[in-house]
């Protein structure tokens, strides 16, 4: 959790709410957050673990209820470069797409692609497939590209895609959420989602219990 919050504070993209969802942590996860004195920082705990979907919700739904045009959903079991958010902003308002995702490396592996770019598999029951998951990365995936899918555990999201197509199906406690909304992102055919590489992004792959889920929320302008 500490170098997840030390990623997000040091942004260059600093005018931002991080929200904290807390599903009933066991740990000494809100004693860390008692540490952060920021302002930007807004907990809310839950007396039980409703799992990943509802707690995603709970995010979106207030951010959404003060007012923020851009969501990034984002796990903490990350660590990020400090002009992550500057650059899936600029991305976006340049492209104008709706959805963001970034390349996403093992962060104990860090030469290994885990995330870049995903599809949905139509002879496999639309699963979705991870383009170049356990490949070294040599610069093949660096082209950003319309992509179906993307995990949750970062992805930028404009505000009007919720409205439109729903939050998520809590009836998914953990794994397959992002999988049922991004199937519902492109089903429904208005948003598009891309893929941008551009970025230095790790992920501790499995080593979130579903305990505490994160989101950022941003204003329409840097």
Known sequence: LRPFLNC????????????????????????????????????IANN???GVAKANNQGINKAL??????????????EFEFTLIEKLIRFQQKN???LVTPKMMYFDNPDKIWYAGGWFIRNNG????????????????????????APTCCLLVRSEVFHDIGL?????????????????V????????FYYPHVIFYHKVGSLTAVSYTHLTLPTKA
């Not at 991080?18 to 942590?25: A, K």
């Not at 209820?65 to 990350?78: A, K, S, T, Y």
């Not at 492109?186 to 989602?193: F, N, S, V």
């Open 8 to 43: 997000v504070w040091k942004q260059t993209y600093h005018t931002l709410t991080l929200y904290i969802i807390d599903n009933n942590s066991k740990d000494n996860t809100l004693s860390i957050l008692k540490e952060n004195n920021d302002p930007r920082l807004v907990i």
């Open 48 to 50: 039980v673990n409703f």
């Open 65 to 78: 209820e003060d007012g923020f045009q851009h969501i990034l959903l984002v796990n903490n079991d990350v």
């Open 96 to 98: 104008d797409c709706s």
């Open 126 to 149: 639309y699963l979705p497939k991870h383009r170049g998951i356990n490949e070294l990365d040599d610069g093949k995936y660096d082209q950003s590209v319309e992509v179906e899918y």
């Open 168 to 184: 998520m199906d809590e009836k998914y406690f953990v794994y397959f959420d992002d999988t049922d909304f991004l199937y519902r």
């Open 186 to 193: 492109w089903k429904d055919g208005r948003h598009k989602i």
